[in-house]
Each structure stands twice: as structure tokens, then as C-alpha cells.
């Protein structure tokens, strides 16, 4: 049974950072590329980052990068999510997705449950 835990997620002012993780079980989870995606209240689910599976290979939202950097530790079975330069706007819900590095949510065959991630201003 394939299971993705996300946490670190958090209260933080804006101007600051958090390390958000996503700790895969139950799956190969060296094989597959994995992304990350956020939901704000009232709004669809938007891509936020995604890496292939030996993680040479990253791509972002335009709206995060230079701010956001998605890592993994195959060896750990986790995927990483840097955040800084935190914005009143990337308050939302970060989901880790298995299985693509589209900006499709179809395309992704297991989904975590979430961390809240609030910036205050």
C-alpha cells in the first residue's frame, strides 16, 4: 500500500522559510519522478515544482522560482520542498504527487494528505 506523509508545514511570517517533506512507503519510490502541488482555500489544486526520478531534472511554477527548490534523498524514500522568501501567498495545502512531472493532476497516481503552510504578513 502506497502511502505519501507530508509535514513540515507550518505558521511563518512573510520573509521566511520552511523545509517541507514527504516521506514515501509501500512504493519504489527511487523510480518514479514526484512533484509538489498546493491548494489554497476556494482554489484549484496548482503545480508548484517536480523532479524526475534521479533528480537531475527539476521544473517550477514560474510564481515560485528562484524562491522554492525541490529535492530527494532516494537512499530515504524523501522528497523535499525548500521554501523561502515566503509570500502571503503561498499560504495554502502542499500535496506530494506520485508519478509524472506534468501540471496535469490526473497524471499523478497517489497523492499525500497535505501540510497547511500559512504565511502571515
Known amino acids: 500500500q502506497v502511502q505519501l506523509v507530508e509535514s513540515g508545514g507550518g505558521l511563518v511570517q512573510a520573509g521566511g522559510s520552511l523545509r517541507l517533506s514527504c516521506a514515501a512507503s509501500?512504493?519504489?519510490?527511487?523510480?518514479?519522478?514526484m512533484a509538489w502541488y498546493r491548494q489554497a482555500p476556494g482554489k484549484e489544486r496548482d503545480f508548484v515544482a517536480a523532479?524526475?526520478?534521479?533528480?537531475?531534472?527539476?521544473r517550477y511554477a514560474d510564481s515560485v522560482k528562484g524562491r522554492f527548490t525541490i529535492s530527494r534523498d532516494n537512499a530515504d524514500n524523501t522528497l523535499y520542498l525548500q521554501i523561502n522568501s515566503l509570500k502571503p501567498e503561498d499560504t495554502a495545502v502542499y500535496y506530494c504527487?506520485?508519478?509524472?512531472?506534468?501540471?496535469?493532476?490526473?497524471?499523478?497516481?497517489?497523492w499525500g494528505q497535505g501540510t497547511q503552510v500559512t504565511v502571515s504578513s
Open positions: 509501500g512504493t519504489i519510490f527511487s523510480i518514479y519522478a
Open positions: 523532479i524526475n526520478w534521479s533528480g537531475e531534472s527539476t
Open positions: 504527487a506520485r508519478g509524472a512531472t506534468s501540471r496535469v493532476t490526473t497524471d499523478y497516481n497517489y
